[in-house]
C-alpha cells in the first residue's frame, strides 16, 4: 500500500502533481520544475519531506554504540552539531547515507532515506553493541525551509535565536507555535533549515510557513526540483549515485570516512585496504559539450567501449548546462578528461569537470 505523510491532503489541495516514490504517494511538482527550483535559489522554497525516516538511540552507551554504526564521528561533535555519515557494510559500500545529530552523549538521532527506513533499522538493531534503537518515524514530520530567505522567514516564527544556530547545528524550539527540532541542514545548496515536528502538527506548521512566506515569494516544491537542486551541487542520492555495490572512496565521500576513529567502524577495514591500494572508480561530476540530456543509467564509453555509467543527470536550471554524475575509471576521473554518454544511441561528448557545478559566491 501506498504512503502518505500527514501532508498529503495540503499537497493535493495545492494542485500538486503526485507520484509514487519509493511506495510514497509525494509531490513532484506545484507549478513548474523551473520555476520552484529558482524559487529556492533566489526566495524560499518549502519542501515536504516527511517520508524520510526517524531513528533514536537513547540510554547510557546511546553515543558508542551510534559511533560504531556511522563513519563519521559524532565523538567529535559537540552536543546539538549533527553530522553527514553513511552506514557501510563490510566492503565499505553504503547500506545508507544518513545525518545524526548529537542532543546528548545519552540521546542520539538519526535521518535515513525513506526507501531504506525498515532495512536500515534492521541493520542497526542487528549490530547495535549496547543501546538499541527506536524507530521514531511515524511520530515525527519533517519540512525543509531552503533558501536565502529562509532563515528570515523561519525567524519570524520564532522566538529562538537561529543567528546562534550554525550550519549542521541544530536547536529545540516552537515555530509557529509548534514544537520543533530546528535544523540548519538540507539538500539544495542553499541556506535554511529542516524543522522535524510532532506528525500531528504538520499542516499547522506548513500552513503558517506558506502564510508567513508569501511577502518572500515562498513556494511549494516537489520532488523534481528537489532533484536538480541537489543535482547542481553534486549531492549524492542513495539508489543512483551512491549504493551497497561503490565504497565511500569511490563515491568522493572519503571526508565523511574517519579512519582513525577511535573504536572504528563497520567497513573500516576494506576502506582502509582500498585506500591503500588505490582507488579503482570515481564518482565524476561531468557536462556534455553538445545537445543531450544525460539520464540514470546511461553508459560511459571511451572509445566506442563501456567503461562506466551515468548516475544522476539533468539540465540545471540555474547553471544553464547539461550536467551529470558517473562512475568512471580511475584514468579518467581527472578534470579535462573527456568520454561519450550514450544517448539512446548517440555518443555524446562530456568532460570532467570540477563540482559543485553550481558556483557559490
Known sequence: ????????????????????????????????????????????????????????????????????????DLARCQDGQAVYAGLLNDLGGFVDDVVAYRFSPERILICVNSSNREKDFAWMNARAEGVKPVDKSDDYAQIAIQGPKAVGLVQRLTKSDLSQVGTYRFTEGEVAGVKAIISRTGYTGEDGFELYCAAGDAVKLWDALLEAGQPDGVKACGLGARDSLRTEMKYALYGNDIDDAHTALEAGLGWIVKL???????????LAAQKAAGVPRKLVGFELTDKG?????????????????????????????????????????????????????????????????????
Open 293 to 361: 540530456i544525460p539520464r540514470h543509467g546511461y553508459s560511459v564509453l571511451k572509445n566506442g567501449e563501456r567503461v562506466g555509467e551515468v548516475t544522476s543527470g539533468t539540465m540545471g536550471p540555474t547553471v544553464k548546462k547539461s550536467i551529470g554524475m558517473a562512475y568512471v575509471p580511475a584514468n579518467l576521473a581527472a578534470e579535462g578528461s573527456t568520454f561519450d554518454v550514450d544517448i539512446r544511441g548517440r555518443a555524446v561528448p562530456a568532460i570532467v569537470v570540477k563540482t559543485p557545478f553550481l558556483k557559490k559566491s
Open 260 to 270: 582513525d576513529k577511535a573504536g572504528g567502524f563497520i567497513g573500516k577495514d576494506a
Open 1 to 72: 500500500m501506498t504512503r502518505r505523510t500527514p501532508l498529503n491532503e495540503a499537497h493535493r489541495k495545492l494542485g500538486a502533481r503526485m507520484v509514487d516514490f519509493a511506495g510514497w504517494d509525494m509531490p513532484v511538482q506545484y507549478s513548474s520544475l523551473t520555476a520552484e527550483h529558482e524559487a529556492v535559489r533566489t526566495a524560499v522554497g518549502l519542501f515536504d519531506v516527511s517520508h524520510m525516516g526517524e531513528i533514536e538511540f537513547t540510554g547510557p552507551g546511546a553515543l558508542e554504540t551510534v559511533n560504531r554504526l556511522i563513519s563519521n
